[in-house]
């Protein structure tokens, strides 16, 4: 019998990160596995669970959890249909566990932390496609990533950046 792993997807609802969930859904996951969504929020925001958890990242949170209103409210994410429907089939098709895990303050550090924090085989995150300007004086979260995770990492690019495919 296979291993069973742990799959982190950075999310954040954004275009990119649902693609990266549909491709680690379609091309990665397999039945038994811990898919873990990692949202990060910025340090800025002020919620009600962030005093809690601003440390140490908020308790894996349960599919179940996370589908409801009051979820949503504490930590200040929008719960995404089109999101939902994806970790649904999942859970029903290929019985994968869905978790989510809220961290507070730069996606570049604190993905990078979850991959330890949460002992992740491997690691899923879209691509913003910010232009070459941007992207110098930004920086990109996932080279950043892809650079800096001590777990092999794949960087998905949404349909809407047009077909640039790099081999």
């Known amino acids: 019998m296979a291993k069973t792993r742990t799959v982190g997807i950075g999310m954040d609802n954004s275009p990119n990160s649902k693609a990266a969930l549909r491709w680690a859904a379609d091309n990665l996951t397999d039945s038994g596995d811990r898919i873990i969504l990692v949202h990060v929020q910025p340090p800025k925001a002020d919620h009600t669970r962030k005093e809690l958890f601003e440390d140490t990242g908020s308790p894996l949170v ?7 209103r009051n979820f949503s409210k504490q930590y200040g994410l929008t719960c995404d249909p089109e999101v939902l429907n ?12 869905v978790v989510a895990k809220v961290y507070w303050g730069d996606p570049r550090d604190k993905l990078c932390g979850a991959v330890e924090d949460l002992k992740l085989d491997t690691l899923v995150v879209g691509s913003r496609g910010l232009g070459s300007i941007k992207r110098v004086l930004l920086g990109s979260v996932s080279k950043h990533v892809v650079t800096n995770a001590s777990c092999p990492v794949t960087v998905v690019k949404s349909a809407a950046q047009g077909s640039k495919h790099h081999n």
């Open 62 to 68: 349960p599919l179940e959890e996370f589908r409801e």
């Open 86 to 97: 994806v970790l649904d089939t999942l859970s029903r098709t290929k019985g994968a566990e």
